[in-house]
């Protein structure tokens, strides 16, 4: 694996940890009207996100890799920030949405690097994983009212 490709898989592991938090953040304070389709939608959100954060952890280790795992690692390289816990219902969702976005930017740029790297089985991860959150942007998008960009 190369270095490029090592620290842009350690971003989404970072990443994947701070969506993590954030989710489990807005699943225990969410308040109002849509309480009980968000409280439970983040929890389906939180639970992926550690799925992806763990596969992508570990397929760095198969290829002889180190992921990341301190709360301060995360923190730096993260393209997400945490929650900062003022967030309405709505402006919840908005920040998912636009973290989602990021993240499949980050995504993006791993598989390119996968791909330049010869790495389909990497590749092929980060695919599954953008096809994932693509979908869920879409439906939290859907819920705004609002169509992806």
């Known amino acids: 694996m190369s270095k490029e490709l090592m620290e842009e898989l350690n971003v989404q592991v970072s990443t994947w940890s701070v969506m993590y938090a954030k989710l489990h953040n807005y699943h225990w304070y969410v308040k109002g009207k849509e309480f009980f389709t968000l409280h439970e939608k983040f929890e389906e959100l939180y639970n992926e996100a550690t799925l ?37 219902a709505e402006d919840m969702v908005k920040t998912i949405a636009d973290d989602f976005g990021k993240i499949m930017k980050s995504l993006k740029k791993g598989m390119d690097i996968a791909a330049k790297d010869g790495d389909d089985m990497t590749e092929d ?24 960009k």
């Open 125 to 148: 991860v980060l695919n599954a994983t953008y096809q994932s959150i693509e979908k869920h942007q879409w439906m939290l998008n859907a819920f705004l009212g609002e169509s992806n």
């Open 52 to 88: 992806h954060m763990d596969e992508i952890a570990e397929r760095m280790l198969t290829l002889g890799g180190q992921p990341t795992a301190t709360l301060k690692e995360h923190l730096e390289l993260s393209v997400v920030k945490e929650a900062t816990g003022k967030e309405k």
